[in-house]
T-cell receptor, first 116, second 112 residues
Framework: GAVVSQHPSRVICKSGTSVKIECRSLDFQATTMFWYRQFPKKSLMLMATSNEGSKATYEQGVEKDKFLINHASLTLSTLTVTSAHPEDSSFYIC????????????FGDGTRLSIL | QKEVEQDPGPLSVPEGAIVSLNCTYSNSAFQYFMWYRQYSRKGPELLMYTYSSGNKEDGRFTAQVDKSSKYISLFIRDSQPSDSATYLCAMSFTYNFNKFYFGSGTKLNVKP
């Protein structure tokens, strides 16, 4: 089945640093990937839609200069949290559109980001 | 008002019980309705999806959509401890290349 790999699974870093999260589709090509943020006991909130070879589409209220998204190939999208602060601590999850009618979006296992 | 409302629980049931999980929504334009299961520290895993109103059954799981009431349900028969997880409903206007609106998730605990 479709597999989406997300790396790293856990990051702890100091305030002010930038953190890059990778999302890879391992056995299929994904022209569209999605980045979500999930707070404890809250729903997944779509941050941006990433299309291969073009600029990402950000949801209202999401700072595009803060959350840089790159989708340079059909199997890789990256999210970079720039100059991270404690309020950026969260669970970030990516998903990929598989083009499979039995699997609307397939999710990675998420990255837990903790900013000290 | 949130687009999708879901009782966060937790919901605790004995093994073998029938579980009913529900979501309500406000936007009648939603066409696709999904149920995902999320284990702790893992990404959501698709369980079932339905288009428009009606029922869909897959093994022990049954999904129901009532568009007139803007209400969807997931039933789990003969619940097992391995079903213990958070269940998320999600909805979208179109099938692909579009945003999903998620409920906040219901945490289910099935006791042996």
């Amino acid at each position: 089945g479709a597999v989406v790999s997300q790396h790293p699974s856990r990051v702890i870093c100091k305030s002010g640093t930038s953190v890059k999260i990778e999302c890879r589709s391992l056995d299929f090509q994904a022209t569209t990937m999605f980045w979500y943020r999930q707070f404890p006991k809250k729903s997944l909130m779509l941050m941006a839609t990433s299309n291969e070879g073009s600029k990402a589409t950000y949801e209202q209220g999401v700072e595009k200069d803060k959350f840089l998204i790159n989708h340079a190939s059909l199997t890789l999208s990256t999210l970079t949290v720039t100059s991270a602060h404690p309020e950026d601590s969260s669970f970030y999850i990516c998903s990929a559109d598989t083009g499979d009618s039995n699997q609307p979006q397939h999710f990675g296992d998420g990255t837990r980001l903790s900013i000290l | 008002q949130k687009e999708v409302e879901q009782d966060p629980g937790p919901l605790s049931v004995p093994e073998g019980a029938i579980v009913s999980l529900n979501c309500t929504y406000s936007n009648s334009a939603f066409q696709y309705f999904m149920w995902y299961r999320q284990y702790s520290r893992k990404g959501p895993e698709l369980l079932m999806y339905t288009y428009s109103s009606g029922n869909k059954e897959d093994g022990r799981f049954t999904a129901q959509v009532d568009k007139s009431s803007k209400y969807i349900s997931l039933f789990i028969r003969d619940s097992q401890p391995s079903d213990s997880a958070t269940y998320l409903c999600a909805m979208s206007f179109t099938y692909n290349f579009n945003k999903f609106y998620f409920g906040s998730g219901t945490k289910l605990n099935v006791k042996p």
